[in-house]
């Protein structure tokens, strides 16, 4: 498969939709959390959104594994290898760390850019509709590497 093509799957397929978990995850930590904003509340937060984040890394191993094959660039196969959670337990913990890290910048920034009315209001759904928008660009791009196909070989 070509690089381009490759790159195109990851992104409207990965990496946008996971930058998008992470902004829900911020969204409703600040929305549902009332003072959000102490740091023991917003470690406790990050921890569950980490959680969060490997759970839906644990959904996604079949395209990841199925993308990871089909690339013979160095660079782009680590990128998808930190979606992966079938590694050696140090890179697990190590990648649910810095999920961590990241969901506490995420609720960090959602609560610093947004207004209240905005993280209570529509932000949630708006970020959903870019999630579902990417992620169906991604499946319909890559829909035939992708799908479970008894005849093919």
């Known amino acids: 498969m070509k690089k381009s093509h490759v790159l195109l799957v990851f992104t409207f397929l ?8 992470l902004a829900i995850i911020g969204i409703g930590y600040n929305a549902l959390v009332l003072h959000s904003g102490e740091i023991v509340r917003t470690i406790i937060g990050a921890f569950v959104g980490a959680i969060i984040m490997f759970a839906i890394k644990a959904t996604i191993q079949r395209p990841v ?22 590694r050696r337990y140090f890179l697990l913990v190590a ?13 960090y920034l ?14 949630a759904g708006v970020v959903l509709l870019v999630m579902f928008v990417s992620t169906c660009l991604g499946a319909y791009v890559e829909y035939d590497n992708l799908s479970i196909d008894p005849n093919q070989h």
Do not use: E, K, W
């Open 14 to 21: 990965l990496l946008v939709p996971y930058f998008c978990s």
């Open 65 to 86: 594994d199925l993308l990871a094959m089909q690339t013979h660039d160095g660079i782009i196969r680590q990128l998808l290898r930190f979606f992966s959670i079938r």
């Open 95 to 107: 990648n649910v760390i810095l999920d961590f890290v990241l969901c506490f910048l995420a609720t």
């Open 110 to 123: 959602v609560r610093s850019v947004l207004t209240l009315d905005q993280i209570v209001g529509n932000a």
